[in-house]
Each structure stands twice: as structure tokens, then as C-alpha cells.
């Protein structure tokens, strides 16, 4: 099987020469093999090797290390410290008591060896390389589980006995999922199965672990069907419950859906691909289930974005956002109610924009398609196009108080004062009266303001 060239990037051919001169195994193996057999995109490159971490970091003295007991080297290839590939000798595990970590770790003889105790066949390939010439060649394809014939059937399915993968690294349930989602394959019976069997287990993950597979999937070309994977599957229950909640909540006449459908079709239709922002699509509305009063077409959801925002940054606790991550949830569940009024002034689309900050504008504007989409209307109107128009007009006006053209060393100088609360009081006045009209954020006029307002 011949490799394009560009398809090995220079980095990983360096590797690759280094193994091949001293003529020590090496397998690119993984989510990389993967990535080669099917022409997709290989964001980390993964290797497996029978020399042992000793011997490894013997080929590579002065950019290697090795932090770890699992036999995985780490290999600096390039002036950036956080340019690393890893390579691991092949190995055999014991137990897994803790359903993340093996016990014990023993090196391996063979790369069939190491194949067998991977999660899922399609990342139980193995693949050899030969460069030549800066041209590389495949010469040899290990596949012991039929990975190869579960790629070309979109099948995810685990390496032999599913519930032994499962509860030996119980993240693999989910990984199993937003592999699936990532892909657009489907889980094979049995696997699937045993996710449902087994999906209690994910409770003794870390949520660190658990939030990167969630963005993952989030990130993904078909997040709602990753979601609809994670509810099917029982795994949902132990992540999100509070989502569920919405299930059969129905709404008032401007809805189509239940609050649930409608949370996973407004995630189907947000346009933006930041995972906080496709996790707040989701959660948008969470808070409806908790506020809902009266029936049918009188039913009513008041406040249900106050609730909501606190259940969201709840829900982004456990999964261990930064704090930035947090807040950036907070605001776009907060404030994605918003109504785009075309009567509304200035200075009220300049209080939206400072409850949800400007870096947040697009991703909430996202949220309001996605919500739109999902509740069965057109994706925009005449009245959201002019307050995106608005949005834009309104920031290249005064926007804070150091958008005035006076300071607070004028009010100390004008009228004889100290720095004080005194100060910030008659700025934060003077800024008010020009947020209501900009025409007045001229000096000439604003330093005889400063006179009238003292005391």
C-alpha cells in the first residue's frame, strides 16, 4: 500500500529511520492506523515498539523521557517542548481494580500481544512502515480482531469479550461512543450491549478524563446523534440526569418538541463548533423542567434561564471546566432569552452585551439559531438581522466609562478633590447620560457636567 507524501509528516519519518536503523520493531498503531486506513486527519501519532523504555530512551538521549510505569516514552521532536510523540513497548496487563489503570504492566514479546488487549478493533491495527528514500511504504499490517473489515462495515466493536474491555478501563464506554459519533458508525449488538450492561461503571472515572471525551464528541460533525448515543446507552443517566429531566416536558404553542427533543435539536442546529458553546446549546433550557406551571397552551416557563444557568455551571463543576469555561457557560444559558426588539435603544443592546460579553456575541448568536431550528421555525428574521446589525453599530459608540473623553484626574482637578468614590461616582453618572445619547461625550461639554455634579 503505497503512502501519499504528505501523508507522513517529517516528524514521525525521523522516528520511523531512527527504529528502522537499528533494526527494532516499530508499529504506528491506534487512532494513527486508523487515521491512515481511512484518509482521515491523524491529530496524534502513537507507536508501539518491542525495545523496552530503556532502549528506547537509548535511540533518543537527548529528547526523550519517560515519567511513567506503562512503558511509554516521550519523544521531543521539534523547538516546542509540547511537540511530543509517544512510544510505548508492547505490553501484557493484569487486573484493573480500580476500572481505569492495570495493576501491573509487563512488557510484551509480540505486537499481537499488545493488539489483543486494546479496546476496540478498529484500533487494534498495527501497521510498519519502511522509509526509502524519504518515501514511505507500508510493508506489514497487523490485525488480529478484523479491525480492517469493521472499518470498511462502519462497525465499532470491541476486541473480544466486551464486558472484559469495559470493566477493565470503564472509559471506554464512552470512548466507544464518541468514536462511533466522530466516525458516523454504528456499535455492533453485542458491544452495545454490554455499554448498557456496564454503564454504571463510568461513575468511577475521573471527570477529568470524562470531560475531554464529552468535548470530543461535542466537537464532532454530529453532536445530537452523539447525545442520542449517550442517552440509548444508559450512559447519559450517569453523566447529565438533569438533562433526561426534560423528557416529555412538553411546551407552550411556539414549540414543536418537548423540552428534551427540542435541547438536542437546538445542539443539531447551534452553528458554532466551540464545545462550551454546543454544551450550552444543549443545556439552554434545563431549566424548564423545574419552573414549568399550568397546562397545554397556557403552560409557562418563568425564570427558567435564571435556573437554568446555575444548573448549567452545576453540571460544567462536575465535568471540571476552567474557570473561564464556567463562565462563558454561565452567561450563554443566562442570557440566551433575549429578545431582538427592534424598538430596543442603544443602551439597552449595550447592557447585552455586557451581561454576555463581546468575546460571547457570535457563540450566543449560534445559540439563538440552533434554539430557533429546533423549535421548528426559520433559522433567522427580519428583527434578529437588525440586531446583529445593531450589535456591531453599537460598539463603535462609548462603550465604558474609559470610552469618555474626560478622566478622573479632570473630576479631581475640576473639582478639587482626592481620589475617592466621589471620583467613580460622577464618571460612572457622566457615562450614563451618554450611554442615553453619545452626541453629549464631548469634553467642552462634559467638564461643565463635572461642575454640576458635585455633591
Given at each position: 500500500?503505497k503512502?501519499?507524501?504528505?501523508?507522513?509528516?517529517d516528524?514521525?519519518?525521523?522516528?520511523?529511520?531512527?527504529?528502522?536503523?537499528?533494526?527494532?520493531?516499530?508499529?504506528?498503531?491506534?487512532?494513527?492506523?486508523?487515521?491512515l486506513?481511512?484518509?482521515?486527519?491523524?491529530?496524534?501519532?502513537?507507536?508501539?515498539t518491542?525495545?523496552t523504555?530503556?532502549?528506547?530512551?537509548?535511540?533518543?538521549?537527548?529528547?526523550?523521557f519517560?515519567?511513567?510505569?506503562?512503558?511509554?516514552?516521550?519523544v521531543?521532536?521539534g523547538?516546542?517542548?509540547?511537540?511530543?510523540?509517544?512510544i510505548?513497548?508492547?505490553?501484557?496487563?493484569?487486573?484493573?481494580?480500580?476500572?481505569?489503570?492495570?495493576?501491573?504492566v509487563?512488557?510484551?514479546?509480540?505486537?499481537?500481544?499488545?493488539?489483543?488487549?486494546?479496546?476496540?478493533t478498529?484500533?487494534a491495527?498495527?501497521?510498519?512502515?519502511?522509509?526509502r528514500n524519504?518515501?514511505?511504504?507500508?510493508?506489514?499490517?497487523?490485525?488480529?480482531?478484523?479491525g480492517?473489515?469493521?472499518?470498511?462495515?462502519?462497525i465499532?466493536?470491541?476486541?473480544?469479550?466486551?464486558?472484559?474491555?469495559?470493566?477493565?478501563?470503564?472509559?471506554?464506554?464512552?470512548r466507544?461512543?464518541?468514536?462511533?459519533?466522530?466516525?458516523?458508525?454504528i456499535?455492533?449488538?453485542n458491544?452495545?450491549?454490554?455499554?448498557?450492561k456496564?454503564?454504571?461503571l463510568?461513575?468511577?472515572?475521573?471527570?477529568?478524563r470524562?470531560?475531554?471525551?464529552?468535548?470530543?464528541?461535542?466537537?464532532?460533525k454530529?453532536?445530537?446523534?452523539g447525545l442520542?448515543?449517550?442517552?440509548?446507552?444508559?450512559?447519559?443517566?450517569?453523566?447529565m440526569?438533569?438533562?433526561?429531566?426534560?423528557?416529555?416536558v412538553?411546551?407552550?404553542?411556539?414549540?414543536?418538541?418537548?423540552?428534551?427533543?427540542?435541547?438536542?435539536e437546538?445542539?443539531?442546529?447551534?452553528?458554532?463548533?466551540?464545545?462550551?458553546?454546543?454544551?450550552?446549546?444543549l443545556?439552554?433550557?434545563?431549566?424548564?423542567?423545574?419552573?414549568?406551571?399550568g397546562?397545554?397552551?397556557?403552560?409557562?416557563?418563568?425564570?427558567?434561564?435564571?435556573?437554568?444557568?446555575?444548573?448549567?455551571?452545576?453540571?460544567?463543576?462536575?465535568?471540571?471546566l476552567s474557570?473561564?469555561q464556567l463562565?462563558?457557560?454561565?452567561?450563554?444559558?443566562?442570557?440566551?432569552?433575549?429578545?431582538?426588539?427592534e424598538?430596543?435603544t442603544?443602551a439597552?443592546?449595550?447592557?447585552?452585551?455586557?451581561?454576555?460579553?463581546?468575546?460571547?456575541?457570535?457563540?450566543?448568536?449560534?445559540?439563538?439559531?440552533g434554539d430557533?431550528?429546533?423549535?421548528?421555525?426559520?433559522?433567522?428574521?427580519?428583527?434578529?438581522?437588525?440586531?446583529?446589525?445593531?450589535?456591531?453599530e453599537?460598539?463603535?459608540?462609548?462603550?465604558?466609562?474609559?470610552?469618555?473623553?474626560?478622566?478622573?484626574?479632570?473630576?479631581?482637578?475640576?473639582?478639587?478633590?482626592?481620589?475617592?468614590?466621589?471620583?467613580?461616582?460622577?464618571?460612572?453618572?457622566?457615562?450614563?447620560?451618554?450611554e442615553?445619547?453619545?452626541?453629549?461625550?464631548?469634553?467642552?461639554?462634559?467638564?461643565?457636567r463635572?461642575?454640576?455634579?458635585?455633591?
Open positions: 500500500m503512502i501519499k507524501k504528505d501523508e507522513i509528516p516528524k514521525v519519518k525521523k522516528i520511523i529511520r531512527v527504529f528502522q536503523k537499528a533494526k527494532i520493531e516499530l508499529f504506528v498503531v491506534g487512532g494513527s492506523s486508523r487515521g486506513l481511512t484518509k482521515h486527519r491523524i491529530e496524534d501519532w502513537d507507536f508501539a518491542n525495545a523504555p530503556k532502549q528506547i530512551l537509548a535511540l533518543f538521549p537527548k529528547n526523550s519517560y515519567q511513567n510505569k506503562f512503558g511509554t516514552v516521550s521531543v521532536m523547538k516546542n517542548k509540547n511537540d511530543i510523540l509517544e510505548t513497548t508492547y505490553r501484557t496487563e493484569g487486573r484493573y481494580s480500580d476500572k481505569r489503570r492495570p495493576d501491573q509487563r512488557w510484551g514479546k509480540t505486537i499481537e500481544e499488545d493488539l489483543s488487549r486494546r479496546d476496540l478498529i484500533n491495527i498495527a501497521i510498519n512502515f519502511e522509509i524519504s518515501k514511505s511504504e507500508i510493508r506489514k499490517i497487523v490485525d488480529p480482531s478484523g480492517r473489515e469493521d472499518l470498511k462495515k462502519k465499532i466493536r470491541a476486541v473480544g469479550d466486551p464486558d472484559q474491555r469495559f470493566k477493565e478501563d470503564s472509559l471506554r464506554l464512552l466507544a461512543v464518541r468514536i462511533a459519533t466522530q466516525l458516523g458508525f456499535i455492533e449488538p458491544t452495545f450491549k454490554s455499554i448498557e456496564n454503564a454504571g463510568i461513575e468511577k472515572i475521573a471527570w477529568e470524562i470531560q475531554v471525551e464529552i468535548f470530543k464528541l461535542l466537537s464532532s454530529h453532536p445530537a446523534d442520542l448515543m449517550l442517552f440509548n446507552s444508559g450512559l447519559l443517566q450517569h453523566l440526569p438533569e438533562l433526561i429531566q426534560g423528557r416529555g412538553d411546551q407552550a404553542k411556539h414549540h414543536i418538541h418537548d423540552v428534551w427533543t427540542h435541547a438536542i437546538t445542539l443539531r442546529f447551534c452553528d458554532s463548533k466551540n464545545p462550551v458553546t454546543r454544551l450550552a446549546a443545556l439552554h433550557d434545563i431549566g424548564k423542567p423545574v419552573v414549568v406551571q397546562e397545554g397552551e397556557d403552560r409557562s416557563f418563568h425564570n427558567h434561564e435564571v435556573v437554568g444557568a446555575a444548573i448549567a455551571k452545576k453540571i460544567g463543576l462536575r465535568l471540571r474557570n473561564k463562565d462563558k457557560l454561565w452567561r450563554l444559558v443566562r442570557w440566551h432569552q433575549f429578545a431582538p426588539d424598538n430596543l442603544d439597552a443592546i449595550r447592557r447585552f452585551i455586557r451581561r454576555v460579553g463581546k468575546e460571547n456575541l457570535d457563540d450566543i448568536l449560534s445559540i439563538r439559531t430557533r431550528v429546533g423549535s421548528g421555525v426559520p433559522k433567522t428574521s427580519w428583527r434578529t438581522d437588525l440586531f446583529k446589525k445593531r450589535l456591531v453599537v460598539q463603535k459608540q462609548p462603550f465604558s466609562v474609559a470610552d469618555l473623553k474626560v478622566s478622573g484626574n479632570d473630576v479631581m482637578e475640576i473639582l478639587e478633590i482626592g481620589p475617592g468614590p466621589e471620583v467613580g461616582r460622577i464618571l460612572k453618572q457622566l457615562f450614563e447620560e451618554v442615553e445619547d453619545k452626541e453629549r461625550n464631548k469634553r467642552k461639554y462634559l467638564m461643565e463635572i461642575k454640576k455634579l458635585e455633591g
